[in-house]
C-alpha cells in the first residue's frame, strides 16, 4: 500500500476543521510557476518530434552554468549532465538502470525517503539502512544513498562527513548518488553538493547528484529534473534510457532552460519558503513540540515525545494534517514531518491553530 493511502482517518478528521484542512502531510508546491517558465513551454508546445534523450545542448548547457551559479559546483561538462522525468523517477530505476541485483547491495540513509529502498528492491538489490561508514563493516555496497538537506530531518552533511564518503567509496569502486533537491533552501547552515570542489577536489569519478526543479522552481507538474556528475555513469544511463523510451518532452525541456537561466524567480520562491518556515517554527515550538535538524530543505521534523500516530491525531483534531515520522524508517516512530508546502494563508492558519 501507498504509505499516504493509511492516512485516511486522520485525513477526514482535518478537513472537519471549521475551518478548513492545513494539509502539511506532503512537499507538493502550490505557488504558481514563474510566467518566464510557462512562456518557454508555450512557445516550444508546437514541437511534433521525439525528444532527445540525452536532452538539448541549451538545457545541458544550462544546468551546468546554473550548477556553478547556484552551488559552486565546477568542472562538469555538458555531456555529464542527462535530464531525468523527475528525479523520483531516476530514484526508482536507478538501480535497474545500472543493472544491479540479487547480488547486490544499496544503502541508504536510516531515516530516507521510501523510494531509495523501493528502487532497490524493484532491482532485486538488498537494502542496508546506514548513516555511518561503521555501520557496513566490511561489506562492498554497489550504490550508497546520501540526501543532504535530508528528507525528512532537514539535516545538513558536513564537508568532512561527505569528504570521507567519497574517498571510502573510490577506495572500493562504490558508486555515490547524492540527491541533492533541497541544495538550495538552506536557513541555518549552507549546504554543499557532493559534486562541490571542497567535497571532490573537482573530480566527479563516482558521483553522481541528483536535482529536482520541483521544489527551486514549483515544477513538479512539469516532472523535471536532470541528474550530473560521472560522465562515464552519465552515459551508460543514457544509452539504457534511449532503449526505454525514458524522455523528457520537448517543450518540458525548454522550460527547463528558462528556469536554469532565470535565479530571480529561484530566489522569489525560497524566499517565499522562508517567510512560511519563520512563521511555523515558532508556533510548533510554543505547542510543545521539539523541532529537530530542520535546518534546511522544505520539512520541519518535529516530535511530542509520542508514538508519531498519536501527534498525527492529536494535529488533525486542529485540522493540521503532516506526515507520520515512520514513513521514513524506524527511527522515525516518534517524529512527523511538517512540510512548509501550503499557501502563506494557509501556514498562518496552521500558526494560529497551534498558539491559540
Not at 549532465?81 to 547491495?105: F, H, N, Q, R, S
Not at 573510490?170 to 547552515?189: F, M, N, Q
Not at 508514538?307 to 486542529?318: M, S
Amino acid at each position: 500500500m501507498f504509505p499516504w493511502d493509511t492516512l485516511a482517518d486522520v485525513t477526514a478528521t482535518a478537513r472537519a476543521h471549521p475551518d478548513g484542512i492545513v494539509d502539511l502531510s506532503v512537499g507538493t508546491p502550490v505557488d504558481p510557476v514563474a510566467p518566464v517558465i510557462r512562456e518557454a513551454l508555450a512557445a516550444a508546445s508546437a514541437a511534433p518530434g521525439y525528444p532527445t534523450t540525452a536532452g538539448t545542448a541549451a538545457l545541458r548547457e544550462a544546468a551546468v552554468a546554473a550548477l556553478a551559479r547556484r552551488y559552486g559546483i565546477t568542472g562538469l561538462a555538458p555531456d555529464a549532465v542527462l535530464p531525468v522525468i523527475g528525479t523520483k523517477e531516476l530514484i526508482a530505476w536507478l538501480p535497474t538502470l545500472l543493472g544491479l541485483g540479487a547480488a547486490d547491495t544499496v544503502v541508504v540513509p536510516e531515516l530516507a525517503y521510501p523510494t531509495y529502498e523501493v528502487g532497490a528492491l524493484l532491482a532485486g538489490a538488498a537494502v542496508v539502512r546506514a548513516d555511518s561508514l561503521t555501520q557496513l563493516g566490511p561489506s562492498v555496497p554497489a550504490l550508497v544513498y546520501l540526501n543532504s538537506p535530508s528528507n525528512p530531518t532537514g539535516k545538513v552533511l558536513g564537508v568532512e562527513h561527505l569528504r570521507k564518503v567519497v574517498g571510502w567509496a573510490r577506495e572500493r569502486g562504490v558508486l555515490v548518488a547524492s540527491d541533492e533537491c533541497y541544495l538550495g533552501l538552506g536557513w541555518d547552515t549552507a549546504p554543499l553538493s557532493v559534486l562541490h570542489p571542497d567535497v571532490c577536489d573537482g573530480d566527479h569519478t563516482g558521483l553522481l547528484a541528483l536535482h529536482s526543479l520541483s521544489k527551486t522552481s514549483s515544477l513538479a507538474g512539469y516532472r523535471a529534473g536532470f541528474v550530473a556528475g560521472d560522465s562515464a555513469v552519465v552515459a551508460e544511463l543514457l544509452a539504457v534510457r534511449k532503449h526505454a523510451g525514458m524522455m523528457v518532452p520537448t517543450p518540458v525541456q525548454a522550460a527547463m532552460v528558462a528556469a536554469l537561466d532565470d535565479d530571480g524567480h529561484e530566489r522569489e520562491q525560497r524566499a517565499r519558503y522562508a517567510r512560511r518556515r519563520e512563521q511555523l517554527l515558532p508556533a510548533l515550538r510554543a505547542a510543545g513540540f521539539t523541532v529537530d535538524h530542520s535546518e534546511a530543505g522544505l520539512y520541519l521534523w518535529a516530535t511530542r515525545g509520542e508514538p508519531c500516530r498519536d501527534t498525527l491525531a492529536w494535529l488533525a483534531e486542529r485540522g493540521i494534517l503532516v506526515a507520520p515520522g515512520e514513513f521514513y524508517g524506524p527511527r522515525g516512530a516518534q517524529h512527523v514531518r511538517v512540510a512548509l508546502t501550503a499557501t502563506d494563508e494557509r501556514i498562518a492558519a496552521a500558526a494560529a491553530r497551534l498558539t491559540s
